[in-house]
């Protein structure tokens, strides 16, 4: 159990000191993912930024995700839910452009620019409040290997289930997960606070480091 995301983050820091990075960048997955960086930020000292993928639902239920998706455009499908579905991928073009307007606007928000600094060839510590379907996590590293091309990516996340951190530790250069219960419900249940975290606390958070 964690007290809240800053505990989540202090006690993924303490894990990520010991994996000798000296140099790179810290991407967070707001909102949540943000508080958690910003600890890992400071007890590393390395820069943070946000990279927002967002989840894809089925046109007759949003709540239902089909996928993810970047804002550079890097899409991923369950091919298993839309064909049980009966859905396309060129079904949901019209989904996947408003999420990636949504994205667009939130990255103006929290960082005033829809553009990168220049992370080709860096370490980058992929940090989240947590994974549950993995859909957001994956499309998050697929753009950053699109954008970037980094050296390593570390993804760090408090807790998983272990079939979705196990695709996932596939995906990345080397994973970090602290806690993967059997039974897993939701990521909430492992935290006594786990409130929503608000816009103008991520931009806080970010304009602070």
Same mark, same amino acid.
């Given at each position: 159990?964690?007290?809240?995301?800053?505990?989540?983050?202090?006690?993924?820091?303490?894990?990520?000191?010991?994996?000798?990075?000296?140099?790179?960048?810290?991407?967070?997955?707001?909102?949540?993912?943000?508080?958690?960086?910003?600890?890992?930020?400071?007890?590393?000292?390395?820069?943070?930024?946000?990279?927002?993928?967002?989840?894809?639902?089925?046109?007759?239920?949003?709540? /239902? =995700? *089909?996928?993810?998706?970047?804002? #550079?455009?890097?899409?991923?499908?369950?091919?298993?839910?839309?064909? !049980? %579905?009966? @859905?396309?991928?060129?079904?949901?073009?019209?989904?996947?452009?408003?999420?990636?307007?949504?994205?667009?606007?939130?990255?103006?928000?929290?960082?005033?620019?829809?553009?990168?600094?220049?992370?080709?060839?860096?370490?980058?510590?992929?940090?989240?409040?947590?994974?549950?379907?993995?859909?957001?996590?994956?499309?998050?590293?697929?753009?950053?290997?699109?954008?970037?091309?980094?050296?390593?990516?570390? /993804? =760090? *996340?408090?807790?998983?289930?272990? #079939?979705?951190?196990?695709?996932?530790?596939?995906?990345?250069?080397? !994973? %970090?997960? @602290?806690?993967?219960?059997?039974?897993?419900?939701?990521?909430?249940?492992?935290?006594?606070?786990?409130?929503?975290?608000?816009?103008?606390?991520?931009?806080?958070?970010?304009?602070?480091?």
């Amino acid at each position: 159990m964690f007290k809240d995301r800053n505990d989540a983050g202090n006690k993924l820091a303490i894990e990520l000191l010991n994996k000798n990075i000296s140099s790179g960048l810290i991407m967070a997955i707001p909102r949540g993912g943000v508080v958690l960086a910003a600890a890992i930020s400071k007890q590393l000292k390395l820069p943070m930024d946000v990279i927002i993928p967002k989840k894809i639902g089925a046109p007759f239920n949003p709540e /239902l =995700a *089909v996928g993810a998706v970047t804002q #550079d455009g890097v899409v991923i499908y369950d091919n298993y839910i839309l064909d !049980m %579905l009966g @859905l396309q991928e060129d079904q949901m073009q019209n989904v996947v452009e408003e999420k990636i307007n949504e994205i667009k606007r939130r990255m103006l928000l929290y960082r005033d620019s829809i553009n990168y600094p220049n992370y080709t060839g860096k370490e980058i510590i992929l940090v989240d409040d947590g994974v549950a379907t993995g859909y957001t996590v994956l499309a998050a590293i697929k753009s950053l290997y699109h954008l970037f091309e980094p050296k390593r990516l570390l /993804l =760090a *996340v408090p807790v998983g289930p272990p #079939d979705v951190i196990q695709k996932l530790t596939k995906q990345v250069d080397e !994973m %970090l997960c @602290l806690l993967e219960p059997k039974q897993f419900h939701s990521v909430g249940q492992y935290f006594d606070n786990f409130d929503q975290v608000e816009d103008e606390n991520v931009i806080k958070l970010l304009q602070n480091q």
